[in-house]
């Protein structure tokens, strides 16, 4: 299983940006897909989390702000990502869990003026 991430980038506080992640390989659905992010220093934390009954969880610090969904095929997963603030700047990861956790590369968001 691979997990290709995509939609990182540089935005100023307030605005918005959306992460996909596409699983390939033989894979037709997961038992859960999300996001996780990590700053240096941090451990990496929860963002987003769908389960394949189509449940959300959020971390306590995006909930109202970050919206996870998933794409019809069921192995893509996007994150809405609106009212960004410093804060949120990290490495995004996607993961998807079937019988083994799977990780994609990071991908960089930068919450700056």
């Known amino acids: 299983v691979q997990l290709q991430a995509s939609g990182g980038g540089l935005v100023q506080p307030g605005g918005s940006l959306r992460l996909s992640c596409a699983a390939s390989g033989s894979i037709f659905s997961f038992a859960s897909m999300g996001w996780y992010r990590q700053t240096p220093g941090k451990q990496r934390e929860l963002v987003a989390l769908?389960?394949?009954?189509?449940?959300?969880k959020y971390g306590d610090s995006v909930k109202g702000r970050f919206t996870i969904s998933r794409g019809n095929a069921k192995n893509t997963v996007y994150l809405q990502m609106n009212s960004l603030n410093a804060e949120d700047t990290a490495v995004y990861y996607c993961n998807a869990v079937l019988s083994n956790s799977y990780w994609g590369q990071g991908t960089q968001v930068t919450v700056s003026s």
């Open positions: 769908i389960i394949s009954a189509g449940n959300t």
